[in-house]
């Protein structure tokens, strides 16, 4: 049987539930346990597909097609476990799923209630697909004391009893926040949060204490008193200089010794830091740098873009070197300052986005990475930029564009309304923009001979898509003679995954998110490419 581990945040939000528990889950795989992470978020979206990533940071894309929180990247970045769709839930998912059932009269007249029936979903949520695993890790999103998050805590804490308290370990994460003015270090933040947590009827086990500066005994001490928590499992997590110390800094203090200890399971074997020290090295210590422009909506938000920025840098890791981002707005870029705002770096990416804001900034640096022959990567809707630029500037189709964003014009790009998937037919539309778009991961079938397929090393790949335009496949031939390859299609032969420039030293468009794959310990194999050619570029 699974045991299960709960992760509830207090005082404030962002204060890396997340990343704690993606630690936690190493550390017990590290030891020999299989693990499994999963989300509960409290905010009404059926999923964060249609929310802006400024509102939420970046929409995180499964293998099996699900649209979900940022923090199961963190999961699968540091645990290297596949996240499902079964892996992340939220609460207008939960109230879709009991009103469903209430319109069908599966609740057979009975008054529908948050208690039992939408405790009852999470809690089915929570144990579903999870026979197989040692350890369960689900971290509840939000503070606790917000409204939205009650079904969730209430949830947890049945669940704790239908399955025996023995069986489920609470670790409830908080702020200890230093004074400057006061040079005092307060615990009674801390101790506010515990007893909201408790008066819902949940007491910590592990009490996880975030803290720009260390902690001193006799703070901890404090909070062990008051908060009722053994010193032991009173946990220091003091600011790191890179999120790949994390787990460094959590084995320091033992946290997952005294989860094995609470649940009385001796250790497989001793836990293994060697290749987040070798990293961290790396990331912190390495005088040797390259400069990549990332030029996109969102760069105000870091979120926005986070698996794209831990992608670079696992390129960079795996090329010896830490990898600069300077992050442009494309709706400010003018021409008239492109060559001097781009005149100092290795490497130019165009990430994914939607609709027109800053295209046209966006396809003008195309065309100064193109003809200054400075590495190129085009993600997605970068690819398709890259597209038209190549399609305006080489082709002389003045007017190409993409339908999604000019309904005039030459349709380069245009809505993909029918695709293949696993042998059956899937249907797009432009009406619902939720979960309509082609999401999850794919088959692509990469040219010969060509600079992708000696990335890969493989013919035939798999990666994950969220779009729903795509590159016109009868335009093929206008562009090869041009010297832009379609060098990746789909098995079909029907849809263009991969554009690569001849005559350039790196310039490459993929319409797939590759950054969605790529892990610290394993970096993705197009962005070490990538970094590889600016690190040469310079």
């Known amino acids: 049987m699974a045991r299960y581990i709960f992760v509830t945040g207090g005082v404030v939000s962002s204060l ?8 936690l889950a190493y550390l017990l795989q590290s030891r020999g346990f299989k693990v499994r992470l999963r989300k509960l978020d409290p905010y009404l979206n059926v999923d964060p597909g249609t929310m802006s990533p400024f509102q939420h940071g970046e929409v995180f894309v499964t293998d099996d097609g699900a649209e979900t929180d940022l923090d199961l990247g963190h999961y699968e970045r540091f645990s290297g476990v596949t996240a499902k769709k079964t ?27 948050v208690i039992p029936h939408i405790t009852d979903r999470i809690k089915e949520f929570i144990k579903h697909d999870t026979s197989k695993e040692d350890f369960v890790i689900c971290e509840i999103g939000g503070i606790v004391g917000d409204i939205e998050s009650l079904p969730f805590v209430e949830a947890i804490r049945q669940f704790s009893n239908d399955i025996g308290k023995t ?5 409830h994460l908080t702020l200890v926040p230093y004074l400057k003015a006061s040079d005092e270090i307060k615990t009674k933040p801390t101790q506010h949060s515990v007893k909201e947590l408790r008066s819902i009827g949940i007491q910590p086990d592990i009490i996880i204490c975030r803290s720009e500066r260390p902690i001193p005994l006799n703070h901890r001490k404090k909070i062990s008193l008051f908060c009722n928590v053994d010193i032991k499992n009173v946990i220091e997590t003091v600011d790191v200089k890179t999120i790949y110390e994390a787990p ?22 001793s836990n293994n830091l ?23 909506k969102y760069v105000e938000l870091k979120d926005a873009y986070k698996s794209l920025d831990e992608a670079l840098t696992h390129g960079g890791i795996s090329n010896n070197l830490k990898v600069n981002l300077i992050r442009i707005d494309s709706e400010k870029l003018k021409v008239s300052e492109i060559k001097n705002k781009l005149k100092n770096v290795s490497g130019i990416l165009i990430p994914g986005g939607f609709g027109k804001r800053g295209t046209e900034g966006k396809i003008e640096a195309i065309r100064y990475a193109r003809t200054n022959k400075i590495p190129f990567l085009g993600i997605c809707y970068g690819m398709q930029m890259a ?82 335009y795509e590159v016109d496949i009868s335009y093929k031939e206008k562009f090869e003679k041009k010297g832009l390859i379609f060098s990746g299609l789909s098995p079909d032969h029907k849809l263009p995954e991969i554009i690569e420039l001849k005559n350039h030293p790196w310039f490459i468009g993929v319409q797939f998110h590759p950054e969605f794959k790529s892990r610290p310990l394993n970096p993705h194999p197009l962005f070490s490419s990538f970094i590889k050619a600016a690190k040469n570029h310079r």
Do not use: C
């Open 16 to 23: 890396g539930k997340g990343l704690s528990s993606a630690s």
């Open 274 to 296: 060697t290749p987040w020290k070798k990293i961290t090295k790396i990331t912190l210590n390495t005088k040797r740098h390259v400069n990549i422009a990332i030029i996109g």
């Open 87 to 113: 892996d992340n839930i939220t609460t207008g998912k939960i109230y879709s799923d009991v009103l469903r059932k209430e319109r069908k009269g599966q609740y057979l007249g009975k008054t529908v209630q």
């Open 248 to 269: 460094i800094s959590f084995a320091k203090e033992k946290l997952d010794v005294q989860v094995l200890n609470y649940f009385k399971i001796k250790s497989k074997k």
């Open 387 to 468: 597209i038209i630029e190549f399609a305006r500037n080489q082709l002389k189709i003045k007017k190409a564009t993409s339908s999604e964003f000019d309904k005039s014009g030459v349709h380069i790009i245009g809505l993909m309304h029918e695709w293949e998937k696993s042998g059956r037919k899937v249907k797009g539309t432009d009406k619902d923009l939720g979960g309509t778009m082609r999401l999850g991961s794919y088959d692509a079938i990469l040219k010969d001979k060509s600079k992708i397929r000696d990335i890969y090393k493989s013919r035939l790949i798999k990666e994950r898509h969220r779009h729903r």
């Open 167 to 171: 069986n489920a370990l609470f670790i």
